[in-house]
């Protein structure tokens, strides 16, 4: 397979004041990052970490990117099943099994990795199921991102710079807007904790 897939070690969880998992290979974590193919022609030194990569929006965007000539890695839930069914899409990417929410395990990855940008486009998407799990899409759509961001800021503290930030956004953010179309600047109306989600992780960005 191109795709080389990672995994946490142990039972970490998403809690951040429980224990962690730990970014490391599934099958050896000694073993070393797979290069890329040779297919793939390095026309840059950039590298982009996308989080929700099994989706398919982080497919194409890895694609995309492993076609610029990027060293691409991609973060997916534990429990994401069909990873190796991917494998013919994500060709030369390296695949990290890691819970976005989990604090410690995220910054741990970005400080291996150290990527030049990072796309993140995990996210709980389903307005309706948002209602009957409102406390882990806030989680997972507004905390994460919050905790990603510090992250972000101890990168710059430690090495002088930090890697530029993509956070995805939904229409959900306007609800029941006035305003037809929407821009920059329409006020937000979120009537879900989806909608909601997103909108704290747009503004805690901005």
Known sequence: ?????????????????????????????????????????????????????????????????????????????????????LGTYLDGVEVVRVDIRDGVAMQELIMQTKPDEIYNLAAMSSVGASWQHAEEVAEVNGMAVLRLLESLLRYRDRFGFAPRFYQASSSEIFGLAAQQPQDEGTPHYPRSPYGASKSFAHHITV
């Open 1 to 85: 397979q191109g795709v080389t897939i990672w995994g946490p070690r142990g039972t970490g969880t998403c809690i951040p004041s429980r224990p962690h998992s730990k970014a490391l290979p599934l099958d050896d974590p000694a073993a070393d990052l797979q290069s890329p193919p040779a297919m793939f022609v390095r026309m840059s030194d950039k590298t982009a970490l996308i989080t929700g990569i099994a989706g398919q929006d982080g497919i194409y965007l890895a694609r995309l990117l492993r076609e610029k000539g990027y060293r691409v890695v991609g973060s997916s839930a534990p429990a994401s099943i069909g990873l190796k069914r």
